[in-house]
């Protein structure tokens, strides 16, 4: 029985899901399929149960539904519930759907796997962003026993509400990142600073201990101005593309029965 799957968003075009995905069913001979669905927001609902209807396994969820596609499951994750999102979605064989999130999973794969020796719990951990992708990083930390953790942001309402949701966090102003950075263990950047068109996120590596590891989720480029700019001061750095690709591995298993590995090939085959 060929097995179905797909990714949902509006718009979807930039979604690098279907290559991953596809890439994973052609590697592992697996008879399924995966494609991208444009689906608008006042369609989501009748969306979904088309999906359903169509015995899909189930799908991804990217922006801007991740929010709202909460309240039309029937199960939500203790992880997609904490974060506050969903990313995928697994449709039973009774037609009930259950919502998951697989960002953290990725993000602590992507560290573990980039830099095997590394303690997380060696020293602060600063989290530079207040969003989605940051809410995913503090709750990953937090469950990895990291407990010192600085989030720092832009908007200071925002950084203190993450905090508080997230406590014991410690919500900070932009101006503070030169003080903060200066002790840390881990600095991970979830802002779109140092994307392609954007401004670059600038730190001080002469006040950071060399030790620290610094880590973008930032994939394109996949050498930031930040990530060039640590490794040029000595610092071991982690590059996004990890997280995009191992966050999706638990959504393939979840439809295909297999947990794939991330390979070089589909590493070049994103990039390019």
Request: charged share 20%; net charge negative; with cysteine.
């Amino acid at each position: 029985m060929t097995a179905k799957a797909a990714v949902i968003g509006w718009p979807i075009n930039h979604s690098k899901s279907p290559l991953i995905h596809n890439h994973w069913l052609s590697r592992y001979s697996i008879p399924g399929t995966y494609e991208a669905i444009a689906v608008a927001p006042v369609a989501l609902k009748e969306s979904i149960q088309r999906l359903v209807d169509a015995g899909y396994s189930g799908f991804n969820v990217t922006v801007p539904h991740k929010q709202a596609i909460l309240d039309h499951m029937d199960f939500i994750r203790p992880d997609a519930e904490r974060i506050g999102a969903v990313n995928t979605v697994v449709i039973g064989a009774d037609g009930t759907l259950e919502g998951r999130n697989t960002d953290a999973f990725g993000f602590i794969a992507n560290i573990k796997l980039s830099a095997p020796d590394f303690n997380l719990r060696a020293g602060p951990a600063i989290v530079i962003g207040a969003g989605g992708a940051a809410r995913a990083v503090t709750y990953a930390l937090q469950k990895e026993g990291v407990e010192n953790i600085r989030i720092i942001n832009r908007t200071l309402e925002n950084a203190r509400a993450l905090a508080a949701e997230f406590s014991p966090c410690e919500g900070l102003a932009w101006d503070r990142l030169p003080d903060v950075t200066k002790d840390a263990n881990l600095i991970i950047n979830t802002t779109t600073l140092g994307m392609t068109g954007q401004a670059p996120l600038e730190l001080d590596f002469a006040r950071i201990k060399p030790t620290a590891l610094v880590h973008d989720i930032v994939y394109a480029p996949l050498e930031t101005p930040l990530l060039r700019d640590a490794r040029a001061a000595g610092n071991p750095t982690v590059t996004g593309i990890g997280m995009l690709l191992h966050q999706a591995r638990p959504a393939f298993e979840a439809w295909f029965g297999v947990m794939p590995d991330v390979d070089p090939d589909l590493v070049k085959m994103v990039l390019a």
